[in-house]
């Protein structure tokens, strides 16, 4: 079993940074892809960022190419992800997920996710 936990979640301005941190328990991270996703009240939950069990590999959503990058430390069981030039429309809660290592979840979003974090919010103002 593994319990993952966000943090790093806030109230920014627009045009702000913010950096999110993912840390998990109960197991090692490194066999694991890891993602990011988010939602808003009345939509579903969409891909935001994604990341190889190797840390080479990312993919991200169009929304957030060259605003957000994804990383991971897997010595300390922590995923990272890189907020910059936060718009309002970025407001949102934050998921973290854990999904097989051989999934395409960390690129794309779709596949199985093993485990879900709880959340933190992030709230971008105008």
């Known amino acids: 079993q593994v319990q993952l936990v966000e943090s790093g979640g806030g109230l920014v301005q627009a045009g702000g940074s913010l950096r999110l941190s993912c840390a998990a328990s109960g197991r090692t991270l490194s066999s694991f892809a890891m993602g990011w996703f988010r939602q808003t009240p009345g939509k579903e939950r969409e891909f935001v960022a994604g990341?190889?069990?190797?840390?080479?590999?990312?993919g991200y959503a169009d929304a957030v190419k060259g605003r957000f990058t994804v990383s991971r430390d897997n010595a300390k069981n922590t995923v990272y992800l890189q907020m910059n030039s936060l718009k309002p429309e970025d407001t949102a809660v934050y998921y973290c997920?854990?999904?097989?290592?051989?999934?395409?979840?960390?690129?794309?979003?779709?596949?199985?996710?093993?485990?879900w974090g709880k959340g933190t919010l992030v709230t971008v103002s105008s």
């Open positions: 997920a854990a999904g097989p290592s051989y999934g395409t979840m960390w690129y794309n979003g779709q596949g199985q996710v093993d485990y």
């Open positions: 990341i190889r069990w190797t840390g080479i590999s990312t």
